[in-house]
């Protein structure tokens, strides 16, 4: 199992990021997948989830309505479309899935938000 994060960089507040992760070595579009971050010095937390099929997500409070999960079941990508960036977040963004093998996370990438 491969996921492998892209995307992150740094930002100004206000601004905008797409972060891609792309997966490998599995049946992607069997399965839900995850988004967590971890800035540093605090635990990782959850982000945003998506279903196999890409019709139901959900968000932690703190990003609803700035952060868009989403997938494409065809070439085995997770997205994570960020819009008014914020400082608070700044972190390592991780992608993740759950397998009847285990639980898999990429290396993550990391995300700063500042002027």
């Known amino acids: 199992v491969q996921l492998v994060e892209s995307g992150g960089g740094l930002v100004q507040p206000g601004g905008s990021l797409r972060l891609s992760c792309a997966a490998s070595e599995f049946a992607f579009s069997n399965f839900w997948l995850r988004w967590y971050r971890q800035a540093l010095g605090k635990e990782r937390e959850f982000v945003a989830v998506i279903s196999s099929g890409g019709d139901s997500t959900d968000y932690a409070h703190s990003v609803k309505g700035r952060f868009t999960i989403s997938r494409d079941n065809v070439k085995q990508i997770l997205y994570l479309q960020m819009h008014d960036l914020k400082p608070e977040d700044t972190a390592v963004y991780y992608c993740?899935?759950?397998?009847?093998?285990?639980?898999?996370w990429g290396q993550g990438t990391q995300v700063t938000v500042s002027s």
């Open positions: 993740n899935t759950n397998l009847p093998s285990g639980e898999y």
